[in-house]
């Protein structure tokens, strides 16, 4: 129960800091942050596709999968919620409209797969057991996936970033039409499936 515990507050306050701030430095460092605070307890996925990185590895079981994923996607719906409180408006996860379909898919595939791979690589690598590095490599990647392609899909990398806010809506009672949902779905979870099995693939003796 710890687990999941640790894995709804670290994915609602990385919704906090992107709906409050929307600057890739300071979700970059947020990150940084919220990874050391849980990494010994939960892991520190916060993230549905790291979740399923880690169940292919079967480094977690099926009962581990779904109540991260559901302790994440509550975090980041309430983290959604907070910040409606907060700033009386909603937070809104889209891509750049000016962007093709395939733009925001590739965008979305592509640093997710380097999220995914350099988690696995510094957190789970037997070369690099023990590192202190370890959560500077993972909040740096998604700053610099930020920063990367940002303009182009909006740079989410994480399903729960996009449902949570998504059900905050419809709780709210604003609808969901309009919102993305899908390409922060497919695109992320190909990423993940790619960068999971280019690790093993590093790995395989």
Do not use: C
Request: charged share 10%.
């Amino acid at each position: 129960m710890k687990k999941y515990f640790v894995e709804f507050v670290g994915t609602l306050f990385l919704i906090l800091i992107i709906g409050l701030t929307s600057n890739p430095v300071a979700i970059g460092f947020g990150l940084t942050v919220l990874v050391y605070m849980g990494a010994h307890i939960s892991g520190a996925h916060y993230n549905p596709v790291v979740s399923l990185a880690f169940i292919i590895k079967k480094d977690i079981n099926r009962k581990d999968f779904i109540f991260y994923v559901l302790s994440q996607i509550t975090g980041a719906t309430i983290g959604a919620l907070l910040i409606y409180f907060l700033k009386d408006s909603v937070v809104e996860i889209q891509p750049n409209l000016s962007s093709s379909i395939y733009q925001i898919l590739i965008s979305e595939i592509l640093f997710t797969f380097l999220l995914v791979f350099v988690i696995l690589n510094v957190a789970t690598h037997p070369n690099l057991e023990d590192n202190s590095f370890y959560g500077f490599a993972i909040g740096l990647t998604v700053m610099a996936g930020a920063f990367s392609v940002g303009p182009i899909s909006g740079a989410v990398f994480n399903p729960a970033v996009s449902l949570g806010p998504t059900l905050s809506h419809l709780i709210i009672g604003d609808g969901i039409s309009k919102y993305y949902l899908w390409y922060f779905l497919l695109g992320p979870t190909i990423g993940s499936v790619m960068g999971t099995f280019a690790f093993l693939y590093l790995v395989k003796k």
